[in-house]
C-alpha cells in the first residue's frame, strides 16, 4: 500500500505534485493545522505530516499518530514539534534548513529600514493623505553598529547584508569560531557588549530553553539609549511587555516584529505604539523561499517513507539514498546482533560499545549504531526503532561507544557488539557475505559461520559427545526442522555453543525436553525480524 501523507499547512502546492509523483497518496488540508480537534481524530491514517508553523506537533498528536514515521517542516524552526516526544515515538522529524534563509534574512533587513525610516507609518499617513514630511525623521544605517544575536544560516546572511550597508556589525553568538566571525568580517562579542554598543540588534536564534527570554527585561535595560530592534526570529525571544514599557520611555527608539509570543497575534503589548512594525510572520513568505522549501520537504519525506534515505532530520542522523541501499545489510546486521544480545540480556544494561572493523568502519557509523541499539531495545519494547532507540538509551542511562579498526583478520568488515551489565559482559560478532545475507561469526569470543533466521535456539553446554544428536533427535521428534545448524567451542573439551536456525517457533515443552537432558547449561529460543 502506498504511503499516506497530510500536508496541514499552507505548503505551495509543488509538496502535493513531487508526493503525487513519487507515488504518495496525499491528503492537501491547509487549513486543518489549526484544527486540533479534527488534527487529532485523522492523525492516526497518515504515515507522514507536512507541515509550516500552524500546525502544533505536540506529545498529544504525536501520540495519536500510530502510523506516524516522519514529520516535514517546510522551513526552518521546528519549535512547533515536541521533538522529543516524536523520538520517543520513533517518528523522524526533518527540516528544510537553508530553504527560506536569504527570505528571512531579506525581511529582516526591510525591517531594519522599515524602522529606521517609519516607514509603515509615513505611509500610512501619506495614503491619509496627510503631508506629514517633518513628523517621520528617521535615522541613517551607515556607520551605525549592528548587533547580531545568533550568526547561523539567516544571521551571516544578515551580516553580509548589513556590511554591504557599510554598517558596522558585531555578533553574539557562543559557537561562532573566531574564523567564521573573520570570515564574516564582523566582530565576535559578548551579549553584554552587543546590548550595549548597539546602534540596532536584530535575533536570529531558534527558540530554545537557552534562548527563550535572550531580551528580558534586564537586557534590554542594559541597551544603549535609541536602540532599535528587529526580531524576524521567534517571538519568545523578548519580553513583549519590556520592550513595550521600554518603547514607551522611549530608552528603545523602535522595534519591528515579525514574530510573537503568541500566534496568530492578535493582541499583544506592542500593537499601535509609534514605531512598532508588525508582521504576521512573513519572514519566509516570498515566492522563492515557498517554492524551495516545499519541493525540499516533499523529496525528503518520499525519499524516507519509499527508500529509507534520510536528511536534514532532527532527531536521526542522515543516510543518503546510496548509502541505505549500500548500508541495508549492515544496518540489518547491526540490529540482529543487538536483537541477539538484548534477548539474551535480562539484566540493566550500563555500556554498549560496537567494534566496527574493516570496510564497514567507513560507512555511516551513526546510523549503524542506531540500528544496533534498536536491536537491543526491541526486546523489551517492540515499538523502538532507530530514531527512539538511542534517546531510550540515554534516558536509561546507558553509555555508548564505539571502536574503529582497519581490517584485522579473514573478513573484509565485521561489526563486534559487546554489551555491559553489572553481572557480565556479553558479545556477538557478524558480517556481511557477499550474497549480501548478514551472518553471526562470534559469539563470547568463539568462532561460528550462522545464517541469521526467523526463528533460532542458542544453547551453551561443555563440548562433549551426544550433542549434536540430542538437538538433532528432539527437534525431528517434536517436528521441528532445521534450516541450518552451527557449531562452535572455545577449546577441545571445553566451553560450546550451538545455533539452530529452524521453521517454527520451538515451543515451551520442546525447550523443556532439551534441559532436561542435562546436556546444556542454557537453551534460548531467539526470534530475528529477516523482513
Ligand atoms: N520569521 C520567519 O519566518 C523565520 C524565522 N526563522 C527563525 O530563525 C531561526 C534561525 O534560523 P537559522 O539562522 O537558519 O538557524 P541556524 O541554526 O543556522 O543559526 C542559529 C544560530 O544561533 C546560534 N545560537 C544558538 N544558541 C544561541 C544562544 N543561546 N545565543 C546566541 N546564539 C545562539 C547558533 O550557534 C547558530 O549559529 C530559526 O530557528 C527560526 O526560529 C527561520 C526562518 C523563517
Ligand atoms: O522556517 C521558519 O522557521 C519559519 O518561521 C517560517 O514559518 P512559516 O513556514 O512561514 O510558518
Known sequence: MAPKVLVSDKLSETAVQIFRDRGID???????????????????????LAIRSATKATEKLINAATNLKVIGRAGIGVDNVDLNAASKKGVIVMNTPFGNSITTAEHAVSMMMAVARQIPEASASTHAGKWEKSKFMGVELTSKTLGVIGAGNIGGIVCDRAIGLKMKVIAYDPFLSEERA????????????????????????????????????????????????????????????ALAEALKSGHVAGAALDVFAV?????????????????????????????NVALQVAEQMSDYLLTGAVSNALNMPSVTAE??????????????????????????????????????????????NCAAISGIMKASNPDVNMVSAPVIAKERGISLSKTTQEKSGVFDAYIKLTVVTDERERSIAGTVFSDGKPRFIQIKGINIDAEIGQHM????????????????????????????????????GGEAIALLYVD???????LKKLCDTGLFKSVKPLEFDVA
Not at 26 to 48: A, C, H, M, S, T
Not at 221 to 231: D, L, P, Q, S
Not at 461 to 466: A, C, K, L
Not at 504 to 510: A, E, G, K, T
Request: net charge negative.
Open 323 to 368: 548509502e541505505a541501499m549500500v548500508m541495508g545489510p549492515w544496518i540489518k546486521l547491526a540490529e540482529h546482533l543487538g536483537a541477539f544480545i538484548g534477548q539474551m540480556t535480562e539484566e540493566p544494561i550500563k555500556a554498549i560499545n560496537i567494534l566496527y572493523d574493516g570496510v564497514v568502519s567507513t560507512m555511516n557509523l551513526e546510523a549503524l
Open 263 to 291: 500566534e496568530p497575534a492578535t493582541e499583544s503589548p506592542v500593537f499601535n505604539l509609534p514605531n512598532v512594525v508588525c508582521t504576521p510572520h512573513l519572514g519566509a513568505a516570498t515566492t522563492e523561499a515557498q517554492e
Open 504 to 510: 517454527d517457533v520451538i515451543s515451551d515443552p520442546v
Open 457 to 492: 535456539l542458542y544453547t551453551t553446554n561443555n563440548d562433549v559427545p551426544g550433542i549434536i544428536g540430542t538437538l538433532g533427535q528432539t527437534m525431528g521428534e517434536n517436528g521441528v526442522n532445521i534450516a541450518n545448524f552451527t557449531l562452535g567451542r572455545a577449546a577441545v
Open 26 to 48: 496525499v491528503d492537501f488540508e491547509p487549513n486543518l493545522g489549526k484544527d486540533k480537534d479534527r488534527l487529532l481524530e485523522v492523525i492516526g491514517q497518515y504515515d507522514g
Open 182 to 241: 573573520a570570515q564574516l568580517g564582523v566582530k565576535k562579542v559578548e551579549l553584554d557588549e552587543l546590548l550595549e554598543r548597539a546602534d540596532f540588534i536584530t535575533l536570529h536564534v531558534p527558540l530554545t530553553d537557552k534562548t527563550r527570554n535572550i531580551l528580558s527585561r534586564e537586557n534590554i535595560a542594559k541597551t544603549k539609549k535609541g536602540v532599535r530592534i528587529v526580531n524576524c526570529a521567534r517571538g519568545g525571544l523578548i519580553d513583549e511587555e
